[in-house]
């Protein structure tokens, strides 16, 4: 069986550790390996399938022979590299929003719309962690009765912003319960004029500001939903909220949908939808949780109930591991499919 030479840029952080620790499980054909970061980590030794390997700062030079790159060093060091990285040949799914809403770059969450890696031009990108969890849960009800309105509130971990999120919110639960100032730091987001504490709080700003009072991660809940489902008049309005979380985001989400779907005809389409698990006995108080979800890799549903103040309306409640499926995981299934598919050679 052919392997691949590979290389994760970001390999210190939160999604890269998470991607090498996927490959290794799903025994991802991995031939050799480079693993890549800024010059804070170059040295640094981490350990894949019992080997270990020695982490390099990324460089002009850092991707000559590597056939399939993971990106996820942030926006501004995939602008740099991956262009670099495409020019010595390999293919690059990125998990960073620099890419995803170029018309020549596929966005691609291989349950929805893994049709649209024929036509990569070398770069791929990963759609942002809230909208992948989303759009798996939402893809067979858009198949099965057209969605003409999402409306979403999320409810996201601070493992989304990165491995020093998740010391910074221990830091402060431990600051809180020994009576000791509570430092904020990192939240909304590491230079904000104004940081707020997350322990025993809830933050309704992630990302900067934009345009008509959104942020830039809701207006990318709204874009890259519209360009994955390959539907441009879909309406979506969304409400992201940082939450005192470690792990898994979680969504309340309400559709309107073209066609009338009962909640039993939804609940039956989720539970055989591919990605999907559902999670739905409220009698017997089953529904997803991110604790439960933590590290695991489906999409869980539950909540499933019909909107009662319009005609064709659910409501449903959708949580995902955001550094798995929602990153991670995410990128290594596109990897996989181009494999299978033959896609990893571009046209000349
Ligand atoms: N966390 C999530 O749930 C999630 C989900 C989806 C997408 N993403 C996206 O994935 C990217 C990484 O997120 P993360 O949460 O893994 O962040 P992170 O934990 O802060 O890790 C950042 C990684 O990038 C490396 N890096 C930073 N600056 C660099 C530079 N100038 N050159 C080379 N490497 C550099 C860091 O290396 P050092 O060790 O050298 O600093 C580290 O390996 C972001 O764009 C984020 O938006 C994150």
Not at 44 to 56: D, H, I, N, Q, S
Request: hydrophobic share 45%; glycine share 8%.
């Amino acid at each position: 069986m052919k392997r691949y030479q590979t290389a994760v840029l970001g390999a210190t952080g939160a999604v890269g550790e998470e991607i090498l620790s996927i490959l290794a499980e799903r025994d991802f054909p991995v031939g050799g390996l480079k693993l890549l970061a800024s010059g804070r980590s170059a040295g640094k030794k981490l350990v894949f399938r019992g080997r270990e390997y020695t982490v390099e700062e990324a460089g002009p030079d850092s991707f000559k022979g590597v056939e399939i790159a993971f990106f996820s060093a942030g926006g501004g060091v995939s602008q740099e590299f991956a262009p670099i990285a495409v020019e010595a040949g390999a293919v690059v799914i990125d998990n960073t929003s620099a890419f995803r809403m170029d018309p020549r770059v596929p966005l691609v969450v291989p349950e929805v719309n893994a049709s649209d890696l024929e036509w990569h031009q070398g770069i791929i990108a990963n759609p942002n962690c809230s909208t992948i969890i989303m759009v798996v849960a939402l893809n067979p009800i858009h198949q099965a009765a057209g969605i003409k309105r999402i409306v979403v509130s999320t409810y996201q971990a601070v493992s989304g912003a990165g491995a020093r999120a998740i010391e910074a919110l221990k830091d402060q639960v431990r600051a809180y319960a020994e009576s000791r100032v509570v430092e904020p730091s990192l939240f909304p987001y590491a230079r904000a004029a104004r940081l707020y504490p997350i322990a025993f709080n809830l933050i309704p700003h992630i990302d900067i500001f934009g345009e008509a009072g959104y942020t830039k991660e809701e207006w990318k809940m709204v874009n890259e939903t519209r360009k994955i489902m390959h539907d441009a008049s879909m309406a979506v309005t969304a409400t992201t909220v940082r939450v005192p979380v470690f792990r898994c985001h979680s969504e309340s989400v309400n559709v309107e949908t073209h066609r009338k779907l009962s909640a039993a005809e939804a609940r039956e389409l989720l539970s055989g939808a591919p990605g999907v698990v559902v999670q739905d006995d409220p009698e017997h108080q089953v529904y997803p949780m991110p604790l439960d979800g933590s590290g695991k890799d489906p999409v869980f549903v539950g909540r499933i109930r019909e909107d009662l103040s319009i005609a064709n309306g659910l409501n449903l409640w959708v949580v995902g591991d955001q550094i798995r499926k929602g990153a991670a995981l995410n990128a290594i299934q596109i990897a996989e499919y181009l494999i299978e598919h033959h896609l990893l050679q571009r046209p000349a």
